[in-house]
């Protein structure tokens, strides 16, 4: 398949997929846009420095003259990916939390190093691997994870004082 096509599909699946996760009932609407929201923001904050010491590159990506990262992974993809985490670990005891990260961050690290021999989607320099991106990513999930936590314990306790 020629890159631009897997790009394509990718963008298609990602924001079909965005709608349903965004929009599932399974906890509240707004924590999940707040999470797709703190996502890309952690992610574009550790992206940006790792691109600029030309760690990771992205050869073939959308408005190259913009922006240097992919924005289809670092806007659709990856935010996406901490949505349905979040959902997924939404009730689970803080051990099998942690330890869920791995069931996201795996594939989508076996994904981007398909990519990465497969296509010029991805390109890894100076002695970056797929353990560099697991790492970054299972980090990602749970800097996010205990974010919303802090949110909802912080929601929590202001309802509680204010039913007072």
């Known amino acids: ?18 709608i349903f996760f965004l929009l599932r009932k ?16 952690v992610s574009t904050l550790l992206d940006g420095p790792v691109i600029k010491k030309k ?4 050869p073939y990506r959308y408005f190259p003259n913009l922006f240097d990262s992919n924005v289809v992974f670092l806007y659709v993809f990856f935010p996406l990916s901490c949505v349905m985490y979040n959902q997924f670990t939404y009730k689970m005891k803080p051990l099998k939390t942690i330890l869920s990260v791995f069931l996201f961050s795996g594939p989508m690290t076996l994904m981007e190093n398909w990519l990465e021999k497969n296509t010029k989607l991805v390109r890894y320099h100076k002695g970056w691997n797929g353990f560099y991106t697991f790492s970054v990513l299972s980090f990602t999930f749970l800097i996010v994870r205990v974010f919303i936590e802090c949110i909802r314990f912080l929601d929590k ?3 509680t004082i204010q039913n007072l």
């Open 1 to 18: 398949m020629k890159d631009r096509t897997i790009l394509n599909l990718m963008t298609i699946f990602g924001i079909g997929g965005s």
């Open 157 to 159: 306790k202001r309802n």
């Open 26 to 41: 399974k906890g509240a609407i707004k924590d999940w846009f707040l999470i797709y929201l703190c996502k890309t923001l």
């Open 55 to 58: 760690y990771l590159q992205y």
